[in-house]
């Protein structure tokens, strides 16, 4: 799973208006992370891959707010599908990596890379029409073997930027720099 958020937290230090800080500001800030996520998640989504659609798919938005002596709302755009971090070139604790697959890594699985050929190369493309099968399966080979050796690096896998989620959230980090300022602006407006 590859995973991008935005955590808005406040530490209260005057508790005049605490007992309703918290409300305040989860009624505030909510609906303000709903939106930057879903600009994010649109954004996110115009810049994956299509192929099978399962990336693309795989993706969605989420925002929680936390209550009882935490005012902290959090939202993160995330894309569950198998090969989510080899997209978004993601380790375990989703920080970014060089790679999404490194060099030297175990080849890729032949079965999936084996449909992304059949779609990516056309019939008319292959060399010997009588014997398709085989030479997609030597194509397939030809091409794990090279993704073996040199690894997977966002900016080579298609001719879009590398990490959909990442490269969205890092171009709305104005807008969501601006909607956090007001959300925050009309929370400490209200006490």
């Known amino acids: 799973m590859a995973e991008r958020g935005v955590e808005v ?4 230090i005057d508790t005049t208006h ?13 609906p ?4 930057i996520t879903n600009k994010v998640l649109g954004d996110a989504e115009t810049r994956a891959p299509v192929d099978r659609n399962f990336f693309r798919g795989s ?7 936390y209550i009882k002596g935490s005012a902290k709302v959090t939202g993160r755009v995330v894309a569950t599908a198998p090969h989510a971090a080899v997209l978004e ?11 999404g697959r490194r060099p030297g890594a175990k080849f890729p699985p032949l079965d999936q890379l084996r ?10 493309q292959l060399l010997n029409l009588e014997d398709d099968d085989e030479e997609i399966d030597q194509i ?5 073997r090279a993704i073996a050796r040199r690894g997977l690096r966002p900016e080579l896998r298609t001719n879009k930027p590398g990490r959909p989620i990442g490269d969205a959230f890092r171009a709305n980090a104005e807008f969501i720099d ?14």
């Open 89 to 99: 070139a993601v380790d375990e604790q989703g920080n970014e990596v060089e790679f």
């Open 32 to 35: 303000v992370m709903t939106v």
């Open 140 to 144: 397939t080979f030809l091409v794990g």
């Open 59 to 65: 993706m969605q938005s989420l925002v929680e707010a």
């Open 18 to 30: 605490f007992e309703s800080f918290e409300p305040i500001f989860e009624e505030e800030m909510t």
């Open 178 to 191: 601006k909607e956090i300022q007001l959300g925050i602006d009309r929370t400490l407006n209200r006490l």
């Open 115 to 124: 449909v992304w050929v059949e779609r990516h190369i056309a019939p008319d």
């Open 9 to 12: 937290r406040f530490n209260v």
